[in-house]
C-alpha cells in the first residue's frame, strides 16, 4: 500500500514511519518542519513534503494516489471536514488516528478517576484538561464524519505512554505514576497497532471505532491487583477479568479482535 503519514519527523511519526517501510509499504511523509536526524530520508519508498495540512490544495496534491492516511500531525483538531473532503476526491477511506488513553481523566488530570478495571473503551470519557479534551473532540469528529460519509473507516488509536522498553516507563514513585495505571506501549508495538488499523480489510470493521493500545504487563515489580487495592480501593473489577489472569488494568481484547494486535515487547 502508499500510506500518507502527516507528522512523520516527531517522535511517535518516526516510529510509525519506519515500521511500515519495515513492513513493505511506500510512505508519504508530511510535516510543517525537516529533520536532520532521521532514518528513512533516504530510503527510495520514502518521500518526504514539508506542507500545511491547512492548506487546502497543496494537501490535496500530496495526498493523491494514497491508499490510506495515518494521521499523527500534532495540531487540535487533526480530523477536520477538509481532511475528509481531501479524502473524498482521493478515494482514500482508511484513517488511523492518533488518540490517547488521556480521554479518560488519568495522569494530566488533577485526580485520576476510573469508574471500573479492567479499562476498556466503554469506559467513559471526561478529561478534565486541554489536553485530553482535544483527542475526545478529535475523536467526536470522526464519529460525525463516518455517520456524513459511511464509505470512510476510521480507527482513533488511544496510546499509552510511548517507550522504547518497558524499562523506560518504570517508576519508583507509584503514587506519581497512579494517573497512568503504571502502563506503557513499546514504541514499535505502537506502530504496528497504526499499519495493522489502515491494513486490515475493510469488511473486518465499519465507521469509527476507538482502541485502547497498552501493554498487558505494568511497568512496576508489584502485583496489579496490589496497587489497585492501595490506590484505588473503591475502584470495582470485573470478576472475569480476574480470573483471566491478566495483570494489567487494560483490557485490549477489541484491538486484537478488530486488528488482529497483540502487544509485543519487541526491545
Known sequence: ??????????????????????????????????AQDTDFYDNPAFSFHQVDLKDFDLALKVFEGCDAIIQL??????????VKVH?????????????SVNVLR??????????????????PCE???????????????????????????????RLHWF??????????DHFRARGDLWSYVQMDSAADAFLLAVTVEMDQWTGH????????????????????EKYFPDVPVKSDWVESGTKGFF??????RLLGWVHTDYA
Not at 519527523?9 to 525537516?34: A, F, P, S
Not at 479524502?87 to 488518540?99: C, K, T, V, Y
Not at 482502541?211 to 496489579?224: H, N, T, Y
Open 163 to 172: 517507550v522504547p522498553t518497558r524499562a523506560h516507563a518504570y517508576r519508583e
Open 73 to 82: 500531525a500534532a495540531f487540535a483538531q487533526p480530523m477536520g471536514f477538509k
Open 127 to 157: 478529561p478534565d484538561e486541554p489536553y485530553g479534551l482535544s483527542k475526545l473532540i478529535a475523536e467526536m469528529q470522526a464519529d460525525t464524519i463516518v455517520r456524513r460519509y459511511p464509505s470512510m473507516r476510521v480507527a482513533s488509536i
Open 1 to 34: 500500500m502508499k500510506i500518507a503519514i502527516t507528522g512523520c519527523n516527531g517522535g511517535v511519526g518516526r516510529r510509525v514511519v519506519l515500521w511500515v517501510l519495515k513492513e513493505g509499504h511506500t510512505v508519504v511523509g508530511t510535516d510543517c518542519v525537516t
Open 209 to 228: 471505532e476507538t482502541f485502547f493500545i497498552a501493554a498487558p504487563q505494568l511497568a512496576a515489580d508489584e502485583d496489579w491487583l496490589e496497587l489497585k
Open 106 to 123: 488519568g495522569v494530566y488530570s488533577t485526580e485520576p478517576v476510573f469508574h471500573y478495571f479492567p479499562i476498556d473503551e466503554n469506559h
Open 251 to 256: 483490557d485490549c481484547r477489541k484491538a486484537e
Open 87 to 99: 479524502n473524498d476526491n482521493l478515494g482514500i477511506d482508511r484513517i488511523a488516528l492518533a488518540s
